[in-house]
């Protein structure tokens, strides 16, 4: 169960970070993604206004063949930004970096306005971004050694991919 925010005053925003001189990692169990995106099953709420800042998301523990998608996105999470992070994969498990905006039934984007600002995304064996929704920014980051395209978009709704390095996909 993720917090939430409740609005990107300072007051607000909720934001997980390391503690000065120290490094925070997420470590996925071997079989399962790390999903920021399915609601409270208490409140039924939705994740948003949630900031991960400078954490670690290690995927390099999934076997050779599995097939997961390993940061996961989904469920109406929305306004979450990711900066300073770094997400780490095993190339030769069958996996997606970072996914987010599948549609529902009637064709709607589940996860919209998702942020990540200088981030470091790397050996995914698919793509380091799958993306999907609206009102997304990619900005910054360095999307390097994924088996597929380092940012794959589906849609044609409007999106803002900017200053990014994209190599070695």
């Known amino acids: 169960v993720w917090p939430k925010g409740a609005g990107w005053g300072a007051s607000q925003v909720l934001t997980i970070q ?7 990692t997420f470590r996925s169990s071997i079989n399962d993604s790390i999903d920021i995106g399915a609601p409270n099953a208490v409140t039924g709420s939705w994740v948003e206004y949630l900031i991960f800042d400078g954490i670690i998301f290690d995927g390099s523990v999934y076997p050779n063949g599995l097939h997961k998608d390993f940061v996961k996105l989904d469920g109406g999470a929305r306004f979450l930004r990711f ?8 190339p030769n498990a069958i996996s997606v970096g970072i996914q987010w905006g599948d549609l529902d039934a009637a064709g709607t984007a589940q996860a919209t306005d998702i942020e990540f600002l200088k981030n470091e ?10 993306v999907g929704g609206a009102g997304n920014i990619l900005d910054g980051n360095y999307i390097h050694d994924n088996g597929g395209y380092g940012v794959h978009q589906y849609g044609s709704r409007h999106n803002d991919f900017s200053n990014n390095i994209i190599r070695n996909n």
């Open 83 to 90: 900066q300073n992070c770094k997400f780490v994969g095993n």
């Open 121 to 130: 995304v790397y050996n995914f064996s698919i793509y380091g971004f799958y």
């Open 18 to 24: 390391s503690y000065p001189g120290e490094t925070a």
